[in-house]
């Protein structure tokens, strides 16, 4: 829908003098996501971590004309034909404007809050109910202060339903998000301990929640959760109230009986006094539970819609991730099976090209037919394509009878066929090499078929790496220091074993200000995959000043044979300034310069050009722990004084940095003017911090299972004999793989279908041992060595060592495969 921008102003309460007749049609918050720069307002929003106000320079260039903005700076005047709409609060602005957007649409709209299954039970109700109603749904899991605004903004004329989640993680937020949905009818889906830790209490969590639904027809909840059951008297919600239960046989929705087969769970219920089964092609309770909510919401919503038994038995499990594999000729794959519509194209373009590097990877879109989408075929693909030509895919594949039909709208290389198989047989299929592909189907063309023959098939073994999670640990150091404050981020040793180009890339694209490798090698690599911000190398070797230099990175000196040297390669060369960082040793007693070897180098370096100062920085030896606070303390006063004195003597500013994670965590003061962070970012926190999310998750499968009698040997050297008659699973993981060989004969633990079970026998070199007798475990499921609930610290404490350790033995052979959520 399109806004005249006066009309926007009006509703955003700024003046509308002066203001230049534009139209606008879309929101746009991220300068990165732009894709069409005429239609676009973009919101100049100032986080804790960033502020938008330094992308209006670069997105003027791009040909976009309309701000809100909160500060008014001296470039908009060369911008004369830009409309800058001047607010106090950006982002109160957008939920402004979205709530109004909101007011003109007088359909249902179903809210949906709670802790967990939000995105589920909206993903199930947009399945059961699209044929009955055009749907619109926030995409993906957008449910925040700024993706509820963009969700609601995307309803039209032609919608009759809403669908829309609404996460919090603060008292008072869900004040604001209440107006914007504005919903009719309510579901909370359950309250768990996530995002607690800004409340009083869960009730507190639930109450404010539950304020979402003040003004809903309806509230849509588990009976027999007594504890929601309470907190929705409390807020005097009752009257509103639709309870389902597996107990009371009153209740309009009374689940008599749940039983579960093989892989498919039959509901018996009585909806409104009528008898029903219905079959689900699902069996764990969470996912049972998401279906009884939506039953619920549909039997108020509209009755006749739960009559059809057959497409419950049809619903299919909701993919919540973006992958990126490895694929075969080297090519790299980015699996989307989340829902197909033109929205989670978008987003899921926004990733391939964030993911495409300056090395020559062609980026080729692999899609099908778009169902359901409630806009005729032509305008839509006229749509799409002209996404994706702004995306800059270079080639694509349309499969089905749509994209045949519609497909002369792409102007690229581009080719179709109806179906799946049809393109597979193709002799185009086995063509892929260099791209970087993207593939999106609708689920019932099957596209996991090409995923798993483009895959390049590997070791069943794999670290799991958390994209999301990095971002979210970065943010979170972030958050704790002043917003002018650099960060360098540490990505030696692999990125502690996390895999260094796939973060670098993830880092450089969330404006981190430097990388730190341990050897020049390792910024080289990095520098070949298009990592283009600053790179310090920690111990540069004297051998190779050659790749240090010519990949532009910045050395660590830290003694005077070093500096000689590298005054020495840079003067004959030809080469000024090049930036160099001072390492003063103050108590490490690792690397480093005397701090009364000060007034010698500045003088060296006074009588040169080669080279110039960058950052002068210490290594704190026991930040993490209050034992060592005294001993931290002279620390941190040393490099302060010789730090000072560097920086008089050499008569200009240099950057000043002492803190590595654990010093963030518990000495931020001593910030400085950059920190340098580590092993935080992958998850671990030194000093306990409560706010990280887990990064890297090694996991396996079980090969094989054995029954073995009681008595009998486990493994090398019959270290290990079973005490009864038991079940042994068998894992391709062995000590090559990192996995330490002290964890053999019930040392160590791994997490089967979330359950504890010991590894029993010797570890072997490329496959271990482990009992599961006790637990119900099949060949093929998942293993867990570490992750979220088999937490490094723990395996690191077994061995007596500490998690970096643990993170960096993951042996290269180990497949990396990164994810977003
Ligand atoms: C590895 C390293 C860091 C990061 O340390 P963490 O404890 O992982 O945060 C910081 N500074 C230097 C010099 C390092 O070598």
Same mark, same amino acid.
């Given at each position: ?84 709409? +001047? ?64 969700? +609601? ?230 749509? +799409? ?215 010698? +180098? ?220």
């Amino acid at each position: 829908m399109e806004y005249a921008i006066k009309e926007v102003a009006g509703i955003i309460g700024t003046k509308t003098d002066k203001l230049h007749d534009n139209t606008i049609s879309i929101l746009l918050t991220d300068s990165r996501r732009l894709s069409f720069p005429e239609q676009s307002l973009f919101f100049a929003l100032k986080t804790k971590t960033n502020d938008g106000h330094k992308y209006i320079a670069e997105l003027y260039k791009l040909r976009v004309r309309n701000f809100v903005v909160s500060t008014i700076l001296p470039e908009f005047d060369a911008m004369a034909d830009a409309n800058f709409l +001047v607010v106090k609060d950006v982002q109160k602005a957008l939920q402004k404007l979205a709530t109004n957007h909101r007011k003109r649409f007088n359909i249902p709209v179903i809210g949906i809050t709670g802790s967990n299954g939000k995105t589920i039970v909206k993903e199930f109700l947009y399945q059961l109910l699209h044929n009955e109603f055009n749907i619109v749904r926030s995409p993906r899991s957008y449910n925040s202060q700024l993706g509820v605004p963009l969700s +609601v903004w995307q309803i039209n004329e032609k919608h009759t339903l809403g669908i829309f989640e609404a996460g919090i993680s603060q008292p008072d937020e869900m004040e604001r998000l209440q107006p914007i949905i504005a919903p009719t009818i309510g579901i909370i889906t359950n309250i768990g301990e996530a995002h607690q830790e800004n409340f009083v209490s869960t009730t507190q969590k639930c109450l404010e929640k539950l304020s979402l639904f003040n003004d809903c027809e309806a509230i849509i909840y588990d009976g027999d959760n007594a504890f929601i059951a309470n907190c929705i008297e409390s807020a005097c919600l009752s009257h509103k109230a639709i309870a389902w239960s597996r107990t009371d046989s009153e209740a309009p929705l009374f689940i008599e009986s749940i039983r579960k087969k093989e892989n498919k769970t039959t509901i018996h219920c009585t909806l409104l006094g009528f008898n029903r089964v219905y079959t689900i092609p699902f069996t764990d309770d969470a996912s049972i539970e998401n279906v009884i909510h939506c039953m619920a919401a549909m039997l108020y919503l509209k009755p006749t819609s739960v009559n059809d038994e057959e497409k419950f038995s049809h619903l299919e499990p909701v993919a919540m991730r973006l992958d990126v594999k490895q694929g075969i000729n080297n090519c790299l794959l980015i699996n989307d099976t989340y829902n197909s519509d033109i929205n989670s194209l978008d987003i899921a373009l926004d990733f391939q090209q964030s993911r495409r590097v300056e090395k020559k990877l062609k980026s080729t879109l692999i899609l099908s037919d778009i169902l359901q989408s409630g806009t005729l075929p032509k305008s839509l693909y006229k749509k +799409v394509a002209d996404l994706v030509r702004r995306k800059k895919v270079d080639r694509i594949i349309g499969i089905g009878r749509d994209l045949c039909e519609y497909g002369n709208v792409f102007e690229m290389e581009k080719e179709f066929y109806l179906k799946t198989e049809d393109f597979i047989k193709s002799p185009s299929f086995r063509k892929f090499k260099d791209e970087l592909i993207l593939i999106k189907g609708s689920r019932h063309f099957h596209f996991e078929q090409i995923s798993e023959l483009l895959e390049k098939k590997v070791h069943e073994t794999i670290l799991e790496v958390n994209l999301d999670a990095i971002v979210h640990n970065f943010n979170y150091y972030r958050s704790k220091l002043k917003p002018e404050t650099k960060m360098v981020c540490m990505v030696k040793a692999f990125a502690y074993g996390a895999g260094s180009y796939e973060l670098a890339k993830t880092l450089q694209e969330h404006r981190c200000d430097y990388l730190a490798v341990a050897v020049a090698d390792e910024g080289a690599e990095l520098r070949k995959e298009g990592i283009s911000i600053p790179i310090i190398v920690m111990n540069p070797e004297f051998s190779s000043f050659n790749v240090l230099l010519e990949n532009h990175l910045e050395p660590e000196v830290y003694s005077f044979r070093l500096l000689e040297a590298m005054i020495h390669e840079t003067e004959r060369r030809g080469i000024t300034s090049y930036p160099i960082h001072i390492k003063i040793d103050t108590g490490m007693h690792r690397l480093g310069f005397q701090p009364e070897d000060i007034p010698a +180098v500045c003088e060296r370096i006074k009588k040169q050009s080669g080279v110039a100062v960058r950052s002068v920085f210490s290594h704190l030896a026991g930040s993490d722990s209050y034992i060592f606070d005294d001993f931290t303390q002279q620390q941190l006063d040393k490099f302060a004084k010789a730090s000072a004195e560097l920086e008089t003597g050499l008569e200009y500013n240099v950057i000043k940095h002492i803190l590595n994670s654990a010093g963030i965590e518990r000495f931020a003061k001593y910030q400085m003017d950059m920190v340098r962070l580590g092993i935080g970012l992958y998850g671990v926190s030194a000093s306990g911090q409560k706010g990280l999310r887990n990064v890297s998750t090694l996991k396996t499968t079980i090969l094989q299972i054995q029954n073995v009698p009681n008595g009998d040997s486990i493994g090398y050297s019959r270290m290990s004999f079973v005490k009864r008659d038991s079940r042994i699973a068998i894992i391709p993981i062995g000590y090559a793989d990192g996995l330490n060989r002290h964890f053999s004969n019930g040392g160590g633990e791994v997490l089967i279908n979330g359950h504890r079970c010991p590894i029993i026998g010797n570890i072997c070199m490329d496959a271990c041992m482990i009992d599961v007798t006790d637990i119900d475990a099949h060949e093929g499921d998942s293993v867990i060595i570490f992750g979220e609930d088999l937490p490094v610290s723990e395996l690191s404490d077994k061995l007596k060592t500490i998690p970096y350790e643990i993170l960096t033995s993951v042996s290269p052979r180990v497949k990396r495969v990164y994810y977003r959520e």
